[in-house]
């Protein structure tokens, strides 16, 4: 069975650069974890993404992503994309490395937006 299916979001996914917070352990050595910002956002797309399936944990996917940006801040086109992949880990596959293709595409508009779009290759 194919499976595709799009999201909206009115806002742009963290940056990448600045989603997580570092702490060092009692050994020294440190741990990266991911700041609110980036939990509440990959709590959004889950939600959104939840349709009922069962987790796949052999398909092939892609990803499609449209970046709308409202403001005139400078941004790498791939700044958000692992947050994006890691949020649906667990929900339309196991795990990220299942995702085969990603295209992003980013343009400056009026307001923030985020579309995703996921699919099954065959």
């Given at each position: 069975?194919?499976?595709?299916?799009?999201?909206?979001?009115?806002?742009l996914?963290?940056?990448?650069?600045?989603?997580?917070?570092h702490s060092c352990t009692?050994?020294?050595?440190?741990?990266?974890?991911?700041?609110?910002?980036?939990?509440?956002?990959?709590?959004e797309i889950g939600w959104a993404f939840k349709s009922g399936r069962n987790v796949d944990r052999e398909?092939?996917?892609?990803?499609e992503v449209f970046i709308e940006m409202?403001?005139?801040r400078k941004r790498d086109v791939d700044s958000g994309i692992k947050f994006i992949l890691d949020s649906l880990s667990g929900i339309i596959w196991e795990d990220d490395n299942q995702v085969s293709?990603?295209?992003?595409?980013?343009?400056?508009?009026?307001?923030?937006?985020?579309?995703?779009?996921?699919?099954?290759?065959?």
């Open positions: 069975m194919d499976f595709t299916k799009t999201c909206e979001f009115p806002q996914p963290p940056n990448i650069n600045n989603g997580y917070i009692k050994d020294g050595k440190v741990r990266r974890f991911p700041n609110k910002k980036v939990l509440d956002w990959k709590e398909g092939r996917y892609g990803v409202g403001d005139k293709e990603v295209h992003i595409y980013k343009e400056r508009t009026d307001e923030h937006r985020t579309v995703i779009s996921v699919y099954q290759l065959t």
